[in-house]
């Protein structure tokens, strides 16, 4: 399976500020996703990242609030933007390559915001 | 829209005291279902993709199963290194999107 790295690990960032967390892998994927799991909760899907054109969002997430870019196909970034407390939650990238429905994830980025 | 609901919550097991999970689902037409287990502060590590009604895996003390409704993972003898979150999600048919489970919080002790 790929190896995935994600930067930031954690952070801690004021109310209003934005973030931008980056994914990376060590081969070449056809898809790459990000996933929001808030304390308690399951994870859930925010956006898939597409190579090269917009990232097509989830119900209840939208671009304004979490940009994505995917330039190329083992690079991609989330941003969330004008933070409140209700964004701390572990953010998380996960891949897909084209001859398997299996998505492997990186290890998450931990977000607080105070 | 797709459902996955997880059982129990939270398990505490002696070790050598083999025991299952649960992991009901609702999704329009399963392309799969996948389990992960998430260690405390990582990402989900990938453990079986299971497609149709019968199948089982296995790998060391675990064994997944599905039937049309449900999946099982069964633990046999487990041992403390085994305790983590697994989580249960699945995939619809045409779609990529996984839907996942809240978990169970699985212990297990000397």
């Known amino acids: 399976s790929a190896v995935i790295s994600q930067k930031p690990s954690r952070d801690i960032c004021q109310r209003g500020t934005s973030l931008t967390i980056q994914c990376q892998v060590d081969s070449q994927v056809t898809m790459m996703f990000w996933y929001r799991q808030q304390p308690g909760q399951s994870l859930t899907l925010i956006a898939t990242a597409n190579q090269g054109s917009e990232a097509t969002y989830e119900s209840g997430f939208v671009i304004d609030k979490f940009p994505i870019s995917r330039p190329n196909l083992t690079f991609s970034t989330l941003t969330v933007s004008n933070m409140s407390p209700e964004d701390s939650s572990i953010y998380l990238c996960?891949?897909?390559?084209?001859?398997?429905?299996?998505?492997?994830f990186g290890p998450g980025t931990r977000l607080t915001v105070l | 829209e797709d459902q996955v609901t997880q059982s129990p919550e939270a398990l505490r097991l002696q070790e050598g005291e083999s025991s299952s999970l649960n992991c009901s689902y609702t999704?329009?037409?399963?392309?799969?279902l996948f389990w992960y287990r998430q260690d405390p502060g990582k990402g989900p590590e990938f453990l079986f993709t299971?497609?149709?009604a019968g199948e089982e895996k296995e790998k060391e003390r675990l064994k997944a199963t599905l039937t049309k409704k449900e999946s099982f993972l069964h633990i046999t003898a487990p041992k403390p290194e085994d305790s983590a979150t697994y989580l249960c999600a699945v995939q619809p048919g045409g779609g990529n999107k996984l839907t996942f489970g809240t978990g169970t919080q699985l212990k297990v002790e000397l």
């Open positions: 999704v329009s037409g399963l392309r799969g």
């Open positions: 996960s891949v897909q390559g084209l001859s398997t429905d299996t998505q492997y």
């Open positions: 299971l497609y149709s």
